[in-house]
C-alpha cells in the first residue's frame, strides 16, 4: 500500500461513511481529459455558474484567464459549494495571461478548442481523440484576437433564432454535456486513475474538515514514520 493510500485510510478514520462513499464515487467519474478556460469573464454569477456546471460533468479543473477583470470569487449562492471540488487556476500576470495560460495548456497536451459564433464548425464535430481545453470568452465580445490566434480550432454552439449567443454558462453547459457523452461513448481510459483518484479524495477531506491542511501533515508524518519502520 503505498503512502497516499495510506493517508486517504487516515482521513476515511476521521470523516463520515457517507462522506467517503460519496468521495468514492464522484472521484470515480472526474477528467483532466477535458477541461475548461474562461477568459475575462466580467460578471463572477457567471463565472460561478461555470464552476458549478465544471463540477456537475465531473470537470477536475477550471482555468481563469483574468486581464482587465477583477479577481474572481466564486460567488457561494451560485456556485453551491463547487469551489471545494474543482481545482481552479488562475492567470493574471504579464502583459498577456491568455497566452501563458493557452500555452502551458499545450505543454500538458491539450489542444485548445476555443468557442464562437463566427465560425463554420460545429461543437458536435470536434475531434475527442486526444485531451481538450474548451475554451469561453467573455460575455461582451467573445474570445480575443489571442485566443483566436493560438486555438487549435474554432467551434460554434448550433443556434436556430435571432439571438447570436448564448450565455456563458449556458454555453458551458451545452458543450460539456455534448464532449462528456462522445467521451462516454467512444473514448477509454478520459478518466482519472486510482492514483489521482487517492490524491484528490484527500484534498476533498482537507477541504470539508477545520485546520484539513494541518491535519494532513500530521497524518503524512505518522504514516512515514510507521512506513520507515517497517523497512528497518
Not at 458549478?52 to 460533468?57: N, P, Y
Not at 479577481?71 to 451560485?78: E, K, L, N, T, W
Not at 474570445?143 to 436556430?160: C, G, N, R, T
Request: some cysteine; charged content about 30%; glycine content about 6%.
Amino acid at each position: 500500500m503505498g503512502e497516499d493510500q495510506e493517508v486517504l485510510e487516515a482521513f476515511y478514520n476521521i470523516i463520515t461513511d457517507s462522506k467517503q462513499k460519496l468521495f468514492d464515487k464522484i472521484a470515480k467519474e472526474r477528467t483532466r481529459y477535458l477541461t475548461v478556460v474562461m477568459e475575462s469573464v466580467h460578471k463572477e454569477h457567471n463565472s460561478s455558474a461555470v464552476l458549478r456546471t465544471c463540477d456537475c460533468f465531473g470537470i477536475q479543473d477550471l482555468y481563469t484567464i483574468e486581464k482587465g477583470v477583477k479577481r474572481y470569487i466564486p460567488q457561494r449562492d451560485i456556485a453551491l459549494g463547487a469551489g471545494n471540488w474543482v481545482d481552479l487556476y488562475t492567470y493574471s500576470e504579464g502583459d498577456s495571461p491568455t497566452v501563458n495560460c493557452l500555452q502551458d495548456l499545450k505543454k500538458k497536451g491539450y489542444r485548445i478548442v476555443a468557442t464562437t459564433p463566427h465560425t463554420e464548425k460545429s461543437i458536435n464535430d470536434v475531434d475527442i481523440s486526444g485531451p481538450i481545453a474548451l475554451v469561453f470568452g467573455t460575455e461582451r465580445t467573445g474570445i480575443s484576437e489571442d485566443v483566436v490566434k493560438h486555438a487549435d480550432e474554432l467551434v460554434k454552439i448550433p443556434m436556430y433564432g435571432f439571438t447570436e449567443s448564448f450565455n456563458i454558462s449556458v454555453s458551458a453547459a451545452i458543450c460539456l454535456s455534448i464532449m462528456r457523452n462522445k467521451l462516454e461513448e467512444n473514448i477509454e481510459g478520459w478518466k482519472l486513475s486510482e492514483e489521482e483518484q487517492v490524491k484528490l479524495k484527500i484534498k476533498w477531506a482537507t477541504k470539508i474538515l477545520k485546520n484539513g491542511e494541518k491535519i494532513e501533515q500530521e497524518i503524512r508524518k505518522r504514516v512515514a514514520k510507521t512506513m520507515q519502520i517497517r523497512k528497518e
